[in-house]
């Protein structure tokens, strides 16, 4: 595994953008191999003479060597992960866009970035009845082992986050700023209580980052890559909540938008998204269905809502599953460790059971109920 100070001296490399990244990768370039002096930049690329000169700098443990380790030192004093690329907790799903970070700065718990996600964006200015729309479906979703992927922004995402808070669910907050320099500051304490549940601080800027507006643009595309949809509950025409949903559908993901007045200008964004062909939402089962499909699930009538009686005998696989699972709550990776099964594997089961009534399942804890 590479030594993190690779990566962080990586990110702040002068000149090296999600282009060059991206050609460097196509030529079978590691960025962190030609940090260590391992291999030679092919003849096809040329990069800037500062970067060189970076590059350089940390080979021979100069200056930019020096900043990585000063970072990784005050992150430890923090009590702030760092996450390569190549680390094998690294999110598979936001490893898999065009453009992810190559180091991830983390405060929480680190499993939670790979629970199922999805992300619920929208307007600052949120409507009263916008706020209650978005706090109900990250409430309900999170009760289904689906959590709320947001920004910490005031208005939907601080609704979103709350919800999981609320039915003691995790959830993961993509911050614009060092993890340890909270925007809006009045969400301190909602950041505390987000890693008391479980859940987990994000970002891609190292410690005392301050939240200039140029970052918060660059946020938004990890709360799509994190996600496997993005939920738009209310937002303008020109609005950063629509710059993430069209980065999800770039990265591949789902986008749902829920509809509203044609006189409410917070309505226009989610419209304009629905005719460009996000899915149009109007209750949490049409969430519920395409989430189970991206998941992998069989999601069936009757739904969750509905008798168990009436539903098929359970796979072996479940079977197996369910005999581990005890009535009092057990953390997941307990579970998971107990169970033998890798930890998405593991979410995507649960969350059969959850639909099948058999099981209650939080984003961090699981115990049987029949």
Known sequence: MSDPREWIAASQLPGIGPATLARLRQEGV???????????????????RDTLE??????????RFTEADQLLQQADTLGIKVLGFSHADYPELLAAIPDPPLVLWIKG????????QL?????????RS????????????????????????????AAAHQACLDVDSATVAVLGTGVDRIYPRRHQRLSEQILASGGVLVSEYPPGTAPLPGHFPRRNRIISGLSIGTLVVEAALRSGSLITARQALEQ???????????????????HALIREGATLVETIDHVVEQVGSILGLLVQEPTRHQASSQSAPLAP????????IP????????????????????????MQLQLEGLIELTASRVCRIR
């Open 30 to 48: 590691c960025i962190t191999r030609l940090l260590r002096a391992e291999i030679a930049l092919p003849s096809t690329i040329r990069l800037r």
């Open 317 to 324: 696989e479940l079977q197996q599953l369910l005999q581990k």
């Open 54 to 63: 970076a590059i350089h700098q940390f080979q021979y443990q100069g200056a």
């Open 109 to 116: 718990e680190v499993a939670a970035l790979n629970v199922p």
């Open 130 to 157: 916008g706020v209650q729309l978005a706090y109900d479906f990250a409430s309900a979703l999170a009760q289904s082992g689906v959590i709320a992927c947001s920004g910490l922004a005031l208005g939907i995402d």
């Open 119 to 127: 992300g619920i964006v929208g307007s600052r200015h949120a409507s």
């Open 327 to 350: 009535w009092e709550p057990i953390w997941l990776d307990t579970l998971a460790g107990q169970s033998d099964l890798p930890l998405p594997r593991l979410q995507a089961l649960l």
């Open 252 to 270: 591949g993901r789902e986008v749902f938008a829920i509809p509203g007045s044609i006189h409410n200008p917070l309505s226009r964004g989610c």
